[in-house]
């Protein structure tokens, strides 16, 4: 399983590159756009193709589920912990039908103790950060949780089998992807490995 990470800020030619990555086989895009409001959410989802939409995972305002067929939303590490820690009430509104929904986590031990049933989990950074110098990894080895957990941090192709030897089902990319030269070329290579390593 790969699930690739939008970049934070806009790079050129980006939904160019996206659609190219979907034609390639991406399955999980996780749209995480800090500085863009709502509008320009809509802005950036109305860009892509339909037929991609149900490939998507929003990190910020869920409520987009009931305007576009997205595949599901995505808790940041605090929102997951204000939100859902209150029970029920958030999904109030919210037209979760047939639609996943993951979140973040940065301690093993908060994630094996989390009664939230999420469909997968985002746990960082294993290896040290290709986006975010200073971000240094910590080889968390997760063989002993029976959860659905993928590993992200310094994630690239050669740290595909590394990863999967720690216990990850999957991987998520951010800096492997869009800090690379060729971006496309970047995630085919990275595919390939997983499929070698049968991480897919």
Request: overall charge negative.
């Amino acid at each position: 399983m790969i699930v690739v990470i939008a970049p934070e800020k806009d790079i050129e030619n980006e939904i160019l590159i996206l659609h190219q990555l979907f034609e390639e086989g991406l399955e999980y895009y996780h749209l995480r756009k800090p500085e863009k409001d709502y509008e320009a959410h809509v802005s950036y989802l109305n860009q892509i193709d339909e037929k991609f939409h149900n490939r998507i995972v929003t990190h910020y305002f869920h409520e987009l589920i009931n305007e576009f067929n997205l595949r599901g939303i995505h808790f940041q590490e605090q929102k997951r912990r204000d939100a859902l820690e209150n029970g029920s009430e958030y999904f109030i509104g919210l037209n979760m039908m047939g639609k996943i929904m993951s979140s973040s986590f940065h301690e093993p031990e908060e994630l094996e103790n989390c009664d939230i049933e999420f469909d997968y989990h985002l746990l960082s950074p294993v290896f040290s950060s290709i986006s975010k110098k200073g971000y240094e990894g910590r080889g968390f080895d997760v063989n002993t949780i029976d959860k659905t957990i993928i590993g992200m941090g310094g994630i690239n192709v050669n740290t595909v089998e590394a990863t999967l030897k720690l216990g990850f089902k999957g991987i998520g990319v951010l800096g492997g992807i869009w800090n690379a030269e060729h971006a496309v070329e970047s995630f085919k290579k990275i595919k390939k490995r997983c499929n070698e390593k049968r991480l897919i």
